[in-house]
């Protein structure tokens, strides 16, 4: 029984360690919906709504607990760019979780500040991390 109990610990904490180092999460702390203006060729965002959200990256999905509870599988590896004031990285060709292709791009500034935006040919969805007080 103790050989058991001990061999069953050992696979508890082998597993909840490899989960761990499988995914990264992540807490929005504002979010934004934005639709593209034909009128004014610019998009059109309401209000900032600060409310933490938690995104976790896990086996090349992210999974958002908005109230959607939104999945994006990202298809390919993304396209890195280090600029002077910020770094981006795009992934192209991202499926949802109804099917719909977008494209998924995380913004870095040099101050630490990130954004996430994921793009639809008429919304945008735009999350955003370490706000300064």
Same mark, same amino acid.
């Given at each position: 029984?103790?050989?058991?109990?001990?061999?069953?610990?050992?696979?508890?904490?082998?597993?909840?360690?490899?989960?761990?180092?499988?995914?990264?999460?992540?807490?929005?702390?504002?979010?934004?919906?934005?639709?593209?203006?034909?009128?004014?060729? /610019?998009?059109?965002?309401?209000?900032?709504?600060?409310?933490?959200?938690?995104? $976790?990256?896990? &086996?090349?999905?992210? #999974? =958002?607990?908005?109230?959607?509870?939104?999945?994006?599988?990202?298809?390919?590896?993304?396209?890195?760019?280090?600029?002077?004031?910020?770094?981006?990285?795009?992934?192209?060709?991202?499926? /949802?979780?109804?099917?719909?292709?977008?494209?998924?791009?995380?913004?870095?500034? $040099?101050?630490? &500040?990130?954004?996430? #935006? =994921?793009?639809?040919?008429?919304?945008?969805?735009?999350?955003?991390?370490?706000?300064?007080?």
């Amino acid at each position: 029984m103790k050989i058991f109990l001990v061999m069953l610990t050992a696979l508890l904490i082998t597993t909840m360690s490899c989960y761990a180092q499988d995914s990264t999460v992540l807490k929005s702390e504002a979010q934004k919906m934005c639709t593209w203006n034909d009128t004014l060729r /610019d998009w059109n965002c309401p209000d900032v709504l600060y409310k933490e959200v938690a995104i $976790v990256l896990k &086996n090349e999905v992210f #999974y =958002i607990n908005d109230e959607y509870n939104s999945k994006y599988k990202l298809t390919s590896k993304g396209d890195f760019t280090k600029y002077d004031d910020h770094n981006l990285i795009v992934f192209n060709n991202v499926i /949802d979780k109804d099917g719909e292709r977008c494209v998924l791009s995380m913004i870095t500034l $040099v101050n630490g &500040n990130t954004s996430m #935006y =994921i793009d639809y040919k008429n919304k945008q969805l735009r999350y955003f991390f370490n706000i300064p007080n």
